[in-house]
C-alpha cells in the first residue's frame, strides 16, 4: 500500500505561480513512477505530468508543456509540481498518483485524496 497525501493548493491571480507537493509513504519511493492528475466538476480526470523512478524522464500534457515541471525528492518521498503562468482553465482539484508502469502509461495503483487550486481572472 502507498499512502499519498497532497498539499500547496489555493487560490492565485492568473499568471501567478503555485508548487504542489505530495508525499508518499508505504513503499520504497523510489520504485515508484509518480505522476500527477487533475478534474474539474463532471469531467474525467486528466493527465498532467509524470515522472520515472530516478527522475530523469519526465512526460507532459500538451496543456502544461513549458508551464508546469514536475520534480521529485526521493529522499524526501515527495513529488512537486510547479505550475507557472497559471490560466483560469487550470482551475481543478489535482491528485498525485503513484505506480504506474512507465512514465507514458497513465494507469496508476494508488491516488491522493486531491488539492484544490483555483486561478482567478
Known amino acids: 500500500q502507498v499512502q499519498l497525501v497532497e498539499s500547496g493548493g489555493g487560490l492565485v491571480q492568473a499568471g501567478g505561480s503555485l508548487r504542489l507537493s505530495c508525499a508518499a509513504s508505504?513503499?520504497?519511493?523510489?520504485?515508484?513512477?509518480m505522476g500527477w492528475f487533475r478534474q474539474t466538476p463532471g469531467k474525467e480526470r486528466d493527465f498532467v505530468a509524470a515522472i520515472s523512478r530516478s527522475g530523469s524522464t519526465t512526460y507532459y500534457s500538451n496543456s502544461v508543456k513549458g508551464r508546469f515541471t514536475i520534480s521529485r525528492d526521493n529522499a524526501k518521498n515527495t513529488v512537486y509540481l510547479q505550475m507557472n503562468s497559471l490560466k483560469p482553465e487550470d482551475t481543478a482539484v489535482y491528485y498525485c498518483a503513484a505506480d504506474s508502469q512507465s512514465v507514458t502509461v497513465l494507469q496508476y495503483a494508488y491516488w491522493g485524496q486531491g488539492t484544490q487550486v483555483t486561478v482567478s481572472s
Open positions: 508505504g513503499r520504497a519511493f523510489s520504485s515508484l513512477v
